[in-house]
Structure formats: structure tokens, C-alpha cells
């Protein structure tokens, strides 16, 4: 029964997701993640609120000490490690992969024993990887799935060649974590709630003095370019900015909502046919990612406004472009995806099933809200 329940609630959020904006192009239809059912996210959101110097540097040292001090007697330097990023040319992705790269070989992994291979945002691609991994006798996967929805099929595949799985980035649905808990299958997920960084974005907002309201219609007036819509970051991060607003009691107007599918050249023509449609009517834009803030402020310069003047705008990731961006006023605000604790779980997680030790079958991260106040100690910790 409870079951049922929570399952009419994620379609109840699919739908009114696909009314959003009324010029969306957003087809969710996937179920949501696993994370529907965490803890709710204000409580997320006030945790995250930590300064940001006590997140990723020191937290990485410290799991480095503790994930050294748990491998034990097992000789990582022959194990080996397949890892499948779903696209490699995409930003965030990057900066995560390189990171897991380097943090590997400090455990003690070797480094012709890490391969690292490119899914091409291609399913199919990354299903042969998957399987020419298991063929070679790869001892650990790490997985960032293309589509999230063919988790059960992948978590199948590598169970069944019994090889411990740590999926990250991409979060798979409520019904399949379940599931590895219910078969006690050695997988796992490390990644954030995407529900705290759309959360974030809004507040980002709402901490400004006139509250997003440039032009003091009552309202705030705002386009949405979201990133890959099979995505729950997608997802989530589109709710839940706006809905920091109106939770607050902000009245919101949205004027454009599309799919910039996390891509700068994307999101710059979108942005830049928006602005010529709606022009100064447009007082925030908010972007899934920071990739795709950095194509909006293309297309914001281009038409002639001033970020912090004309219009606001938000990313998330805390990509160092966008972080030098946030400083100079040409980007009001990111939300830090930690990559950097992220990666670290990840590996550490797959040495975990290395030594037997095993892991909880989720483990997160908390984003950090980054502004004008903090982006020189974000800068600093991005190293
Ligand atoms: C998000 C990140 C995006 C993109 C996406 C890929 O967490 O913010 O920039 O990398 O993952 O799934």
C-alpha cells in the first residue's frame, strides 16, 4: 500500500512537471529517483549551509586517510577498474572523472589498471563497454549511466558476473535501489540531491534585495534551460528553483522553459532566441548547470544587458569559469556540485568492495550555495 501511494505521488510530479511553463518542451517521464523518498529538503538545504571550506578539501583528506586505512592487506595495485562516463565531453563530467582518475591511483590503483571509457551519450555504446569490461575480468565498475532508466538491465548484467557496482552522478529510480537492498547486491549510488541545488538557485534569489523583482511588478519573471530531461538533476533542479520562490510567497511568471540538454552552444541560442523574444521582460535565468550559464551570459552580452542590472542569472556545477563570473558580478550565483567528495566516494566505495568491507546502498553529498560571499574560499578549495 505505502508503495502504491508513493508511486501515484512521483506520476502526480511527472505531470505537473510537463505543465511547468507554458511554452515547455519538458517531456519527464521517467520515474523519480530514489531520493523522492529521503529526507525533505529543507532539512538537506540547512545542512548544506556549512561553510564551504570545511566541505571538499578536508573532507577529501580525510576520506583518503580513512579509505588508505581500509584497504587493509588487499593489494590494490593489480585490482582492476572500469569506469563508464556517459559523456566525455561534457564539463562537469570532466572535472569528476579527472579527479577519480588521480584519486585512484593515490589509493594505490595502478594506472594502466583504470579505464575510463566515453558512453558518447549513446546507451548502446556504453552497454558493450559495460560488457567488454565484464569479458576482460575488470574486479570493480564505477558507472555514470547514459540513461538512468536502463539501470536495472546494467546493475543485471555486472551482478550476474559478479563484479561490485558504484553507479554515480545519474541516479537510478526508487524501485531499482530498492531492489539492491531487497538481493543484498553489492551496488551502490554516490551522488547529491538534486532537489537541494534547485533549492539553492532559488534562495540565491531570494537573498536579493529586491528578490529577483528587477522591474517591481510584484512578480519575478523568469526562463528556465534545463539539461537532459531523462536526467533527475533535470528534473529537480526546474522544480525546485521556483519552487523556493513560491514557498516563500513569491509570485512567479515563467516566460520561456527549454532543453539546452547541459551545453553552452545550446543554451546560448536559447537564451539568445528568448531574449529577442521577451527582451528586458526577463528578470532571472536559471540554468540546470553552469555550462549552460555560461552560454546565457553569451547570449545576455550579446543582446546588450549587464548581469546584476538587466536580469540575474544561476548555474550550478561551480565551474571555475562560472566561479570567476560569480566574482566579477557577470554571474549572480552557482551552486557547488562537489565533484571532488563525490569522486572520492565513489573510489572509496569501490575499495570498500574490494575489501569486503561492503557500503550502504546510497551515499550523498551536500551542494553549496556560492555567491560574492564565498566564491574566493570555493575558488580556493577547487584548487
Ligand atoms: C549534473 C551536472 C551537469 C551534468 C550532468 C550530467 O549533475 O550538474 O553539469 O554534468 O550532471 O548528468
Known sequence: MKKALSLLTVSAMAVSMLTGCGSSNTT?????????????????????????????????????????????????SDKKVGVCIYQ????????????????????????????????????????????????????????????????????DMVTEANIPLVYINREPDAQEEERWKADNMNVTYVGCDARQSGTMQGEIVLDLENKGDINGDGKVSYIMIEGDPE??????????????????????????????????AQAQSLVANSLAQHGKDIEVVFCNNDAMALGAL??????????????????????????????????????FNDHISQSHSAADAAVKYLTGEGNDHYIGCDYVKVTTANVDDILASLG
Do not use: H
Open 28 to 76: 519527464a517521464t521517467t520515474a523519480a529517483p530514489a531520493a523522492t523518498e529521503a529526507a525533505a529538503t529543507e532539512a538537506a538545504a540547512t545542512e548544506a549551509a556549512a561553510p564551504a571550506e570545511t566541505t571538499a578539501a578536508t573532507e577529501a583528506a580525510a576520506a583518503a586517510t580513512e579509505a588508505a586505512a581500509a584497504t587493509g592487506d588487499v593489494d590494490l
Open 88 to 155: 566525455f565531453s561534457d564539463n562537469f563530467m570532466t572535472l569528476f572523472r579527472n579527479e577519480l582518475q588521480s584519486y585512484l591511483e593515490s589509493l594505490g590503483f595502478k594506472a594502466e589498471n583504470i579505464s575510463i571509457v566515453d558512453g558518447a551519450n549513446d546507451q548502446a555504446t556504453q552497454t558493450n563497454q559495460i560488457q567488454n569490461f565484464i569479458t576482460s575480468g575488470v574486479d570493480v565498475l564505477i558507472i555514470n549511466p547514459v540513461n538512468s532508466s536502463s539501470a536495472a538491465t546494467i546493475t
Open 231 to 264: 536526467n533527475v538533476d533535470a528534473q529537480y533542479r526546474t522544480e525546485f528553483s521556483v519552487k523556493a520562490l513560491t514557498d516563500a510567497g513569491v509570485e512567479v511568471e515563467c516566460l520561456d522553459d527549454q532543453v539546452g540538454n547541459w551545453d553552452q
Open 298 to 335: 553569451q547570449a545576455i552580452e550579446a543582446a546588450g544587458e549587464t548581469v546584476g542590472t538587466d536580469v540575474y542569472l544561476l548555474g550550478v556545477d561551480a565551474l571555475q569559469e562560472a566561479c570567476d563570473n560569480v566574482k566579477s558580478g557577470k554571474q549572480t550565483g552557482t551552486v
